[in-house]
């Protein structure tokens, strides 16, 4: 019986995989700025989230619970250094296409702010799942929205202002 | 106040690309977690061929068999009128392109055709509007503009290129195939897969100006598959006579094209150096390099194009970012040199590293009037075996201090 479910548990972990994954590894990749380490850090979520599945007990949704681990393996990522070719580098954020308009400000805002706003509008996700795989309040969800959006408001206007 | 929403929408993706490119490795996955994938309990639900589009509405319907037109027909200007934000979009087609290419979309004639509800739940409007040279643009999760007659060039395998029009998009995990029909006599719409499978698309025609039928298709996860893929679209006429197919539009990518199939990253060296910007390259397994090009710890383009496969002996052209403009291209084994050549006259030549230039073009060089005009390849004998030219008044290429409006809320640099 509990294999049942587990193997169920599994099959829903897959379909959300293959549904999500490029929206995962997008907002990973928002974490991390670069996409061979987001897709790692998407990856590495997923063994979690599978060898831990029976641990699952349906606080929230199962995708909450697949962001959430995704959310935390990115920034677990970002505070590692990159090798590449035998180089190290420290890797900070960075909008690599930003042309003009809000995408500077975007990548400018706070990891929280950027984070729920990547949730939001790339994910598409709803403000309870937002909250459930940031681990906040839904209240939490809609002010740091709210502050993100008052910050980019001003912002522009201020860019605007200064043209 | 400023609504940010929109905007926000619009500049995401700037910031991480949507990626269609990610290794299917579920298998890998399991392995991973200590799970055997062959006693995966998943079941493949392979499911019905044929449309799970539920709800289609139709703004505005007539039966017309007086006009020899295939019901659903939408009236254009009985449509409903698009709201303002929609109108701003169009706007902003306008003037996103190069210099030269504005579609002349005409944002305020825009009108809602239909809505789409994909499998998901999610609804996908399809907005048109014509344009002053006689065609129209369209926004349909992506969407474009296009001329009329503005395709002639015929692939191996397609008949009557300007008849059908394809595209492909991805949104909302949905795969979806969408585009227009010129041809009036089109009775039947019929998508082909790899498996001898078919599936009959509904069309929506809109009457004048706009002229087309739309069509959308939603991917089921079985299609996906490569030997279940669509192969062709054709059209058809009442009595079954093939009025145009498109096959080019469902090949499939060269193995060479992604350097995950091709290359070890673990042999990844850098081999060139501007500026914060660097190209890395690995050797492909079929034949050259992969190579990736790099802002600071950002992977800006990559790709595994065998030399053999250039059609040009210079390949490449400017990039831009937040901070930076540069040039980068890959070459042909015979070229020996590249210049590049500024407006009052100062060049600067490249030796190629492996096949392949980089240049960071300094900020003295952004403003107008110092800007970068042409790069040339030429062999070791001096011979000029390719050239391209860069256009110095095309808006938004170099970061600058000071932005101009361009119209519909965009600003951008001069």
């Known amino acids: 019986m509990i294999q049942g479910r587990s193997d169920r548990r599994l099959e829903e972990i897959e379909s959300l995989y293959r549904d999500r994954l ?51 393996a990115a920034r677990d990522a970002s505070r590692q250094p990159l ?77 605007r202002a200064d043209a | ?49 044929g449309l799970a589009l539920a709800g289609l509405v139709v703004a505005v319907v007539f039966v017309a068999p007086a006009l020899g037109l295939h019901p659903p027909f939408v009236d254009f200007f ?29 944002p305020g004639q825009t009108r809602l055709i239909t809505t789409y509800h994909l499998r998901n739940g999610k609804a996908l409007p399809l907005w048109v509007t014509p344009t002053r040279r006689g065609g129209f643009c369209y926004i349909l999760g992506g969407g474009g503009c296009l001329a009329p007659g503005a395709r002639t060039h015929t692939e191996p395998g397609d008949l009557n290129p300007g008849v059908l029009d394809v595209a492909r998009f991805s949104a909302w995990h949905a795969r979806v195939i969408e585009g227009t029909v010129a041809n009036q006599k089109t009775a039947k719409l019929e998508l082909r897969f790899a498996n001898g499978q078919t599936a009959a698309l509904p069309l929506i025609w809109v009457s004048k100006p706009i002229d087309r039928a739309f069509y959308l298709y ?36 060269p193995p060479w094209f992604n350097p995950n199939n091709v290359s070890n990253k673990a042999d990844r060296r850098v081999i060139l150096r501007s500026g914060p910007l660097s190209i890395a390259i690995a050797p492909s397994r079929t034949g050259g390099n992969c190579s990736w090009v790099r802002y600071r710890a950002a992977t800006i383009s990559s790709g595994c194009a065998p030399p053999r496969f250039l059609t040009t002996a210079m390949a490449g052209g400017l990039s831009h970012g937040t901070g930076f403009t540069s040039f980068d291209a890959q070459l042909k084994p015979d070229v020996a040199r590249v210049v590049l050549r500024f407006q009052g006259g100062a060049t600067v030549t ?36 390719a050239s391209e030219k860069f256009d110095p008044l095309q808006t938004g290429l170099y970061d600058c201090t000071k932005t101009i409006p361009l119209g519909a809320g965009l600003r951008t640099c001069p």
């Open chain 1, 83 to 159: 090798v590449v070719a035998g180089e190290e580098q420290d890797v900070a954020y960075e909008a690599p296409a930003a042309v003009q308009g809000l995408a500077p400000l975007i990548a400018a805002l706070p990891e929280r702010q950027r984070l729920v706003v990547f949730l939001r509008y790339y994910a598409d996700l709803d403000y309870r799942t937002i909250a459930d795989a940031l681990g906040v309040e839904v209240g939490t969800v809609s002010a740091t929205l709210a502050s993100a959006h008052a910050n980019l408001r001003t912002n522009l206007e201020k860019v």
């Open chain 2, 1 to 49: 106040m400023l609504d940010v929403e929109p905007l926000i929408q619009n500049e995401l993706a700037r910031l991480a690309p949507y990626d269609t490119d990610l290794p299917d490795d579920w298998g890998a996955l399991l392995a991973r977690a200590g799970i055997n994938p062959a006693a995966s309990p998943r079941r493949h639900r392979i499911r019905m061929l």
């Open chain 2, 218 to 253: 939603q991917l089921t996860r079985a299609q996906e598959k490569s030997s279940n893929r669509p192969t062709a679209l054709v059209a058809l006429d009442k009595s079954g006579q093939v009025l145009a197919r498109v096959t080019s539009a469902f090949r499939l990518p």
């Open chain 2, 350 to 385: 490249l030796t190629p590293v492996d096949g392949f230039v980089l240049y960071n073009i300094p900020e003295a060089s952004w403003p107008r009037g110092q800007r970068l005009i042409a790069a040339a390849a030429y062999n070791s004998d001096g011979e000029k075996l």
């Open chain 1, 22 to 72: 490029p929206h995962l590894v997008q907002v990973a990749r928002a974490i991390v700025g670069e996409r061979e380490r987001a897709i790692e850090a998407v990856q590495q979520a997923f063994v979690g989230v599978i060898r831990s599945r029976d641990g699952f007990r349906g606080e929230g949704t199962l995708e909450a619970w697949v962001w959430r681990a995704v959310v935390n």
């Open chain 2, 78 to 106: 009985s449509a409903k009128h698009a709201p303002k934000r929609v109108v701003r979009q169009f706007a902003q087609l306008n003037l996103g392109g190069p210099r030269g290419m504005n579609p002349q979309a005409i």
